[in-house]
């Protein structure tokens, strides 16, 4: 079975633009981009091109490459102050001399619709839940919307980023599967794979997952973005890979749209949180 995220990821955009119309709110997203990064550029237009298709208003705030932690902190938290700013995206990564860990910290919890501020990122950890990181909660759904079972089942996360494998591995255990988390130190990885029932891969190394590495019947998830020979894959060697596994997400078309599709149910969800002071 192939996982279509572009699928799944309309149905939530149409369902987003149904709660945003129907709640007579218009929920605003601002999102800070510090640099040219192209691949910066393309994520961040894409976010706007979707809060366009679901009514949910969005500003810029773009800021020099050269730009110092103090200035990107204190664009923050200006949106912070603005009523009328709903949520606030900071696109990564950022600059080599601004600090991202203090910079996500300046984004106020309220409207940190990435959630990835530690208070946000606690909550998750904690089972309670405010806003789920983007790419984790977008998996998520995936799973939900084609039944894939997840209680007892055996999950492997390769890969503990702040913003994919840590978040990932919480879900799934709040959802009872029993978790391991790869990373680089890893011991035989090929050996932790082979057990495991659900495989979600954040490596971000080009076809790395090997169809000798997967439990036969195991639910590949990839969130890898790469670039070989100039082409577009994700971790996972997709061609081989979906004679053996028993579902298998593409990339493209698999875990990114449902990112920017959980963004936008997070934009709105930090208005409603708000009580949508935004009224048009
Ligand atoms: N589709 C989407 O919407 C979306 C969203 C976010 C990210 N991505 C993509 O997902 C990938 C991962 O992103 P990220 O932000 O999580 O990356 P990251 O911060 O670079 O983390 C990569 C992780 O992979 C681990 N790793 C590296 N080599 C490994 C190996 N040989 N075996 C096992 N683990 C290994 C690293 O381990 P250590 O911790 O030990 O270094 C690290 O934890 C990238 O390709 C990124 O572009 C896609």
């Known amino acids: 079975m192939i996982i279509d995220g572009r699928l799944v990821a309309q149905k939530r955009l149409d369902l987003v633009l149904k709660q945003v119309e129907s709640s007579g ?13 192209p691949g910066s550029k393309m994520y961040v237009r894409m ?12 500003v810029k705030a773009d800021l020099p490459a050269t730009a110092a932690t103090g200035e990107v902190i204190t664009k923050i938290m200006e949106l912070n102050q603005d009523p009328s700013i709903d949520g ?35 909550l998750l950890y904690a089972g309670t839940p405010r806003f789920t990181p983007c790419t984790p909660k977008g998996i998520m759904t995936l799973l939900e919307e084609y039944n894939i079972p997840v209680r007892g089942e055996r999950a492997l996360v390769a890969g503990r980023s702040i913003d994919v494998g840590r978040p990932m591995a919480a879900l799934l255990l709040h ?22 029932d659900i495989v979600v891969s954040a490596i971000g190394k080009p ?74």
């Open 47 to 58: 976010k706007h091109e979707a809060c366009e298709k679901v009514h949910i208003v969005s």
């Open 175 to 196: 959802r009872d599967a029993t978790i391991t988390i790869a990373h680089s130190k890893t011991r035989d990885l090929k050996d932790e794979m082979r057990r495991a």
């Open 88 to 122: 606030i995206l900071v696109q990564l990564p950022l600059p080599p001399q601004v600090d991202a860990s203090r910079v996500i910290q300046a984004v106020s919890p309220e409207k940190d619709v990435d959630g990835f501020h530690p208070c946000n990122i606690g």
């Open 25 to 37: 709110c218009q929920p605003c997203l601002a999102t800070v981009l510090v640099g040219e990064d």
């Open 207 to 280: 076809r790395f997952i090997t169809a000798d590495m997967v439990k036969p019947g195991a639910v590949v998830i990839d969130v890898g973005i790469n670039y070989l020979d100039g082409t577009l894959c994700g971790d996972v060697d997709f061609d081989r890979v979906k004679d053996v596994a028993g579902a298998i997400s593409p990339v493209p078309g698999g875990v990114g749209p449902m990112t920017i599709a959980s963004l936008m149910e997070n934009t709105y969800m930090a208005a409603m949180e708000r009580s949508c002071t935004n009224v048009p």
